[in-house]
Structure formats: C-alpha cells, structure tokens
DNA sequence: AGGTAGTTTGAACGCACATTCAGTCAAGGG
DNA sequence: CCCTTGACTGAATGTGCGTTCAAACTACCT
C-alpha cells in the first residue's frame, strides 16, 4: 500500500494523487485506507517515513562495512548518492514531500531526523582528522554538497549522474583533507593526521 | 495577482492554495484569473517565471558590478545565496514549485533555463583560470553546493544563515583556485593563472 | 449622449475528492 | 454449528474546487 503511494506521487505528482489511484494500485478498496492509516495525511506520513528508513538502512550497511574514517565518509556519500536513491521512482516522490516541509508538521520532523543524522555521521568520521569545530564545518559543506548533486540531478531528470555526482563530493572530500595535510606539514613537523586517524580528540 | 499568488503558496503550500484564496489576498473576483491567465495552471507558470526573471535581474546586476572573472563568480554565488531569496517567503515558493517539476512541462522548461543559466555564468567566468573541461567540472561542483547550502537552508527553516552560506562555496572557490596555482607553480614555471586572467584558451 | 472596447464581477455549475459506515467475508474458538 | 473478531468492501455523503458566463461597470472616443 506505500508502495503504491510512492508509485503513484512519483509517477502523477503530489497533488495528483488521490485516494482511490492509490486503492486501485495496491488492489484494496479506497476505505482501507482509514482503517490503516487513519486518512490520506497518515499514509502520506508513513509513506515518508518509510523512505527514510530504507535511506537510513542504506547508510548504515555501508557505515557497517567500512573500516577507516575515511571509509566511513564515503559510506554516507555513496549511501546517499546511491543508485537507489537516484532512481526517478524514489527521487521525484522525495522531492514532492521536500516541497510539502514547510506546510506540514509530520513532514518537518523527519526532515529533520534526515538532515541531523546525514551531519553527525559525518562529524563522527571527520573527527578523526581535525577538530570538531572544523569538523562540523566541512561536515555541512559536505552534506550541502550531496543534496544539492541530488537536488539538480532529480530536476534534470538524469538518471544516470549518480556515479559523476558520487566523484564530484569524493575529490572534495580528498581535496580537504589534503590541503589539512599541507597545513600540518608546513606548521611544526607532524604527520598527516589521516595517516594516524583516530588518536586524537 | 502574482503576488497574491506568492504569498498564498508561502503561506498555505502548493495543494492548499485555491483560486479563491488567491483571489481575496489579491482583492478580486475569482474569474479574473480565467481573464488573465487561462486558468489556475497558467497563473501558477507566470508565478514561476515572475520568481526566475526576479533572481536573473539579481545576477544581472550583479555581474554588472563585477570586474575581475573571480568577482563574477562571486556575483553569482551572493545572487543565489542572497537575503532575497533565502527569505522564507520566496524560498518555500521556490521550493514548492521544485516538487511539481517532475509532474509539469512547463514548469521543467522555467527550471532548465534557471540551471543552465547559473552552470554557463559559473563556466564564463572559471574560463578565465582553467579549460573548459575543468571549467565545466567546476562549475557543476560550485552550482550544486549553492542549491544544496540553499536546500538544506530552506528545508531548516533558519533565515539568519545566509552569510554563512556565502562563505562556505567562497571558500570552496578560493580552495581550487588555490590548488589550481599550487599546481602550476610545480609544473614548468608559470605564473598563477588568476594573476594574468583570460590570457589563454 | 450614445456607443464601444476593455475589465471586472460573482453566482451557478458540475465534477472530483476524502471520508464514513453499514455490511460482507473468512477464520478460529467454544 | 454458531459466535466473535478482525480484515476488508464500496456505495453514499457532503464538501470544496476550478471553470464558465451573462451581466455590470468604467473610460474613452465620436
């Protein structure tokens, strides 16, 4: 039944979607609806939060296979900059509900939840190379960087940006830690702090 | 009557804004849309090329003010980034109509003329540092931080964050430009390429 | 004054929607 | 074999929407 929400804001639009496309979607009747979901605001609500679970699930496999703090970053790149995440099916339904965040109390929560987990997992793995003030600025940049390949990408309508998106955020990433590294070596002598991660604050 | 209609959209989202609210903010008749603008859809597409022609006469003017190729740049990042469109008001507008890209021909043509619109002024002016190859990368790069510093912005609902946007993509610029000269200076000797600005290619 | 073209009105229309609810159906327990 | 519980149906309801259009109003010209 959320699929077949998502399914069919993605394919009319937000304001397109009624009750009874979503019914003749998913093979039910329209009043089943409200006996799940209570009305069409609560199936919308859990239809977001189920995109967002399966972005968190996203991240976190990758976040689990990686090693290094470096490895970690880029989980939340290639996580976020997935292919799943791309795909015009889950991407416009995405962009709909961003359109209805600021109309909407439900929606606002999650984008919050979205938006705050994206930072702290990437503070987290920043920390290793620099202090955390640093840290939470490059993490913003970051993350800012990622939703905004995402954002242009999705209005394009190009499917197939996704691994130029992920290139572009993973030299970004590399060129800060690497001028990082050229600051340390000119200041009083020190290793490159992502060679020794981890061993400090 | 647009700008009824940008304020009904702020204030109310997309699905919840009828003709009828638009008409009692604008103080006429509901069928002097009809006379117009055709219909809801046709007042909704001038809505949104009222709100790109206002942010083009922003770029505009300031790229007139500009002299140096790395002021241009500038120009368009402060445009894009500037207290105008970060103003709730405007941006959630923006944002809504973003979320009905996917589902509306007409306003996917407005939000193609926007893109490649900010890409071509990024890429005139980076040409005066690099080819047109990295120029083109570049400005992909820095146009995406821009939407994305702006999404994440809007999405959060913080107006005061404005500043600390622009300095996030100057920062960024000045970063590769900075490597572009470190580069240089390694390679047979050359002065920094935006010392001598559009000398070459 | 009369006429004309350009504006503006707002009630009427018909349609599409979300919601409701009385009722059907299937399964399991007593 | 009946009763209960939970899942599910879909027609009925009423509300709210965009659009239409005949009529009214205004300003300008002749």
Known sequence: MIEATIEAIAEL????????????????STGLVAFYFRDKDGLLEA???HLS???ARA????????GSPRERIQAVI???LGASQFHRR??????AFWGQVPHNAHFRRVQRI???RMISDLVDALKAYMAPADARHLAHATAALIDGLWLRGTLAGEEP???????IVTAFVDTQLLLLDLALLRRPAQEPAHAIPRTHS
Chains 1, 2 share one sequence.
Do not use: K, M, P
């Open 161 to 167: 940006a996704t691994s130029r998106a992920r290139e």
């Open 90 to 95: 889950i991407a416009t339904v995405w962009l």
């Open 78 to 80: 290639d996580a976020n």
């Open 13 to 28: 639009g937000f304001s397109a979607t009624t009750i009874a496309e979503i019914a003749r979607r998913a093979e039910v």
């Open 59 to 66: 991240v976190v496999s990758r976040l689990r296979a990686a």
């Open 47 to 49: 239809t977001l939060r």
């Open 114 to 116: 979205y938006e705050r």
């Open 53 to 55: 679970s399966d972005l």
